[in-house]
């Protein structure tokens, strides 16, 4: 089924509201109606946001949530948006995602709102998939011209530092990559890695409370003791660290460098790196903990960091560019330019549409950079990032750990489309 076979249909009526997101911050929700049809649509919010990131409309009133009440993008939806896209059809994303950029006229699409963009973006991509009564991966699949095969190896960040907990780590998250069997075994290795290891934090009196994003947030002495802790775990539940399960970092490294200093500050760790030698920290947990994924190893406008942690261990390591590239094709362009990193993080609401998306998604697949799609640690129960991960061949896929309703919604989504991919 082409896309150029579809019909005209057109969204009959667009309606958005408030909502609440994972930390009970408001959001937007969008519904796009098309005669009896209807498909909704909600919108992420990150902790940790990159400079470079489109920019989220809130209201400023602080009367109401403290100033992050969303009414204005709303209102944006249902009173700019939906006048200017009626008549095109849905089957048309781009056309409808450029009309939005088009009205917007911003850079960081600040007048609309990223939020109000990609909720209608999201929302219309949905009821397209709706009307043409097939599952949503399948219909992005179609529309962008891939052939979906498999269900991405999946991050399970399940240790939580940084900006999404309080424990006084200075990296963000510490993943945990299962490696054996298909995508329920992989969750069941998860499953008993987590077991071992909230009983040895249990035994060690630390918190097994979790963060934004699922993942326990231990009050530990240094970095190196996540590290530590979730070899460990994994030695425990009788799996072999690398072959069986792996362990990757989100470092999130722009938090922890001092711009005016132009030094690397680990606080847990009491050190400091200059970003030409940031590389040899990484190296050392590559050696020890066998280290396969560094997320923002260093910060978003680094590019000598980045390019001395490319050069020495880019061979070997997972390098992905969150802050540094923002899901945004210019900036991986300059990457490209640049030869760092080796692997794009994608999250919609970094961009604000679906165009855009696919765009960024296709140019670091034609550079041969791994694609990883991504959540946010604002989320909501909306699974669209499972679809668009199967739909694309993603490599990789993050959406926090084996806790939390929103994050949960995300692998169950993952476990149907896994069962239909392989009664087809």
Not at 110 to 128: D, E, P, W
Not at 186 to 193: A, D, E, G, P
Not at 270 to 294: C, F, G, T
Not at 321 to 338: H, K, M, Y
Request: hydrophobic share 40%; net charge positive; proline share 3%.
């Amino acid at each position: 089924m082409k896309k150029k076979s579809f019909p005209k249909i057109t969204i009959t009526k667009l309606t958005a509201r408030e909502i609440l997101d994972s930390r009970g911050n408001p959001t937007i929700e969008v519904t796009a109606f098309s005669g009896k049809f209807l498909a909704i649509a909600s919108v992420p919010s990150g902790a940790s946001t990159g400079v470079h990131e489109a920019h989220e409309l809130r209201d400023g009133d602080k009367k109401r949530f403290l100033g992050q009440g969303v009414k204005k993008a709303v209102h944006n939806v249902e009173s700019v948006i939906f006048p200017a896209i009626k008549n095109i059809s849905i089957f048309d994303q781009e056309s409808i995602d450029t009309t939005m950029l088009e009205i917007d006229g911003t850079p960081t699409k600040s007048k609309l709102g990223a939020n109000a963009i990609l909720g209608v973006s999201l929302a219309t991509a949905r009821l397209a998939s709706v009307v043409a009564g097939i599952p949503l991966y399948r219909y992005l699949a179609n529309y962008y011209n891939y052939k979906p095969k498999a269900l991405p190896t999946v991050l399970f960040n399940v240790l939580n530092g940084g900006k999404h907990a309080d424990s006084g780590l200075d990296i963000q998250e510490f993943f945990l990559i299962p490696k054996k069997g298909d995508f329920l075994n992989r969750l069941n290795m998860v499953h008993k890695v987590i077991a071992n290891l909230k009983t040895d934090l249990t035994k060690r009196r630390l918190s097994i409370a979790v963060g934004d994003e699922g993942g326990v947030a231990p009050r530990l002495k240094s970095n190196q003791a996540a590290l530590r802790i979730l070899a460990k775990a994994i030695e425990n539940s009788g799996y072999k660290l690398g072959r069986d399960v792996g362990i990757g970092m989100d470092a999130a490294a722009s938090e922890f460098f001092n711009t005016d200093r132009e030094v690397y500050e680990l606080r847990a760790d009491n050190k400091h790196y200059k970003p030409a030698s940031i590389y040899k920290m990484y190296q050392r947990w590559i050696r020890d903990y066998k280290l396969e994924v560094i997320e923002d190893g260093c910060a978003e406008d680094d590019f000598l960091g980045w390019q001395q942690l490319t050069k020495h261990v880019g061979k070997q390591t997972l390098l992905v560019g969150d802050d540094l590239f923002v899901t945004n094709p210019e900036r991986i362009q300059l990457g490209l330019v640049a030869g760092i990193a080796n692997a794009t993080l994608i999250k919609p609401n970094q961009i604000g549409t679906l165009t855009e998306t696919l765009q960024a998604i296709k140019l670091s697949q034609k550079h041969n950079y791994k694609v990883v799609i991504s959540h946010r640690s604002g989320e909501t129960v909306d699974d669209f990032i499972s679809d668009l991960a199967v739909a694309v061949n993603a490599d990789f896929m993050k959406a926090g750990s084996l806790s939390r309703g929103e994050r949960l919604a995300k692998y169950n989504r993952l476990l149907k489309i896994n069962d239909e991919l392989n009664h087809h």
